[in-house]
Nanobody
Framework: QVQLVESGGGLVQPGGSLRLSCAAS????????MGWYRQAPGKQRELVAA???????TYSDSVKGRFTISRDNAKNTVYLQMNSLKPEDTAVYYC????????????????WGQGTQVTVSS
């Protein structure tokens, strides 16, 4: 089993920044790639960004150039730096760990964090 704990969400004005963190514990030897997803009210959960064990990355078109995913393997933690935030970025952000990163795509595992709310509003 893998446990994931997200943090760093909150309320921010348009144009502002936030950094999300996802710390993994438990059977962490099974963790390879990790990803961030988000779900806005009334919408499906969507991929925001993912990172492989070798730090290859992929991003959704809507966040390219604004968000950066990174990882600290020594701390078993993945980060999502979010800059130039827009109201449409408002959502609950979830961490997924242990998926497969292949061909620039991320395939989810069953391990999810509890989510952290990001609200972008003036």
């Amino acid at each position: 089993q893998v446990q994931l704990v997200e943090s760093g969400g909150g309320l921010v004005q348009p144009g502002g920044s936030l950094r999300l963190s996802c710390a993994a514990s438990g059977s962490i030897f099974s963790i390879n790639a990790m990803g961030w997803y988000r779900q806005a009210p009334g919408k499906q959960r969507e991929l925001v960004a993912a990172i492989s064990s070798a730090s290859s990355t992929t991003y959704s078109d809507s966040v390219k150039g604004r968000f950066t995913i990174s990882r600290d393997n020594a701390k078993n933690t993945v980060y999502l730096q979010m800059n130039s935030l827009k109201p449409e970025d408002t959502a609950v952000y979830y961490c997924n760990a242990g998926g497969v990163f292949s061909g620039g795509n991320y395939y989810i595992s069953n391990y999810w964090g509890q989510g952290t709310q990001v609200t972008v509003s003036s």
